[in-house]
């Protein structure tokens, strides 16, 4: 008898530890005290009750934390269009003061500097159409970083304002009445090109890199290897011509590219036969003489719109 009397106290279940220590309040209270806000207990960012358990550690999330004002304030269209024509009025303005600074200091043949910041100024400017919004207040924002420039050469051009070395960087004999052609109208072309046609068109890529990229670089290798002259006109090259067609072209190509990259333009063989048929037709427009005569600033931008408009 002693013996499975032994055998039945060494068999008989040793008490589990959560019954060894049993919680202090009935359960049905538990089920109130776990469904509790967090906001009752005692630690807010922390719970470390536990009742037979290890104790477990909870994260607690503040959703009520605001975002930074940074994160805000680019958040908000309007201030991030604001934001976007401030920096890229100060590219702009920051690249054109490098030339004007290589003009007072005479780096550059005067014709050479010219053409530099005729090449420039666009193409750097449509790098920064991907900081605005799609929408028409992005344009128009936009289109102000080109329009003071418009208000600046009614000024300089009138003699109301004075500005020597401007004038030397963007004139073709050192008068401040050029400024009222060409550059005037380099700069209302951009203008327009954003308010009307914006990022979205290949007419506005067409228009500035014919007008920028094409007669920029016609101008530069007409005058470095221009022998061959047109035979309609003496005052143009055939190096010239092809470098207008080619540097036109290739802008437009490489702008197609980079604005698909945002989702502005979807760039097809289409649109890059386009491009060729508009840097084509605007140089060939470039050559005539009643281009020499008007304007090319004037005459390239408006052919390549006209062009534009049919093929794309």
């Known amino acids: 008898m002693a013996a499975s009397t032994a055998n039945v106290n060494i ?3 040793i008490p589990s530890w959560s019954s060894r220590f049993e919680p202090l309040l009935p359960r049905s209270q538990l089920g109130s005290i776990s469904k ?25 999330l503040n959703r009520d934390a605001k975002p930074p004002a940074a994160t805000m304030v680019l958040e908000n269209p309007v201030v991030s269009d604001i934001c976007a024509t401030l920096l890229s009025g100060c590219i702009v303005l920051s690249i054109l003061r490098v030339w004007v600074e290589t003009a007072k200091r005479g780096f550059f043949d005067q014709k050479l500097n ?14 920064c159409w991907p900081l605005f919004s799609s929408g028409h207040r992005g344009a128009i924002l936009a289109s102000l970083v080109p329009g003071i420039n ?10 109301i304002m004075k500005d020597e070395a401007i004038v030397k960087s963007m004139s073709r004999h050192g008068d401040y009445r050029e400024l009222l052609k060409g550059p005037l109208y380099y700069a209302t072309t951009i203008t327009l090109a954003c308010i009307i046609y914006w990022r979205t068109s290949p007419i506005s890529i067409a228009a500035i890199c014919n007008l920028c990229a094409g007669d920029g670089l016609a101008d530069i290798i007409g005058r470095r290897f221009g022998g061959a002259k047109i035979p309609y006109n003496r005052d143009k090259s055939v190096a010239g011509s092809v470098a ?4 036109g072209f290739l802008a437009s190509v490489g702008y197609m590219y980079y604005f698909s990259l945002f989702g502005f333009v979807r760039g097809s063989w289409e649109m890059v036969l386009g491009f060729l048929v508009a840097s084509l037709a605007s140089a060939l427009v470039e050559s005539l003489p ?8 004037l005459t390239v931008p408006l052919t390549s719109i006209l062009v534009g408009t049919l093929v794309f």
Do not use: C, Y
């Open 36 to 60: 509790a806000p967090f906001s009752s207990l005692s630690a807010p960012n922390t719970t470390t009750i536990s009742f037979g358990s290890r104790p477990r550690q909870t994260r607690v």
């Open 114 to 127: 010219r053409k530099l910041v005729h090449i420039s100024i666009g193409l750097v400017f449509m790098l």
């Open 244 to 247: 207008m067609v080619s540097g």
């Open 150 to 159: 418009i208000i600046r050469m009614l000024l300089l051009g009138r003699g």
């Open 290 to 297: 009643i281009s020499t005569e008007l304007d090319d600033n």
């Open 11 to 13: 068999l008989t279940p």
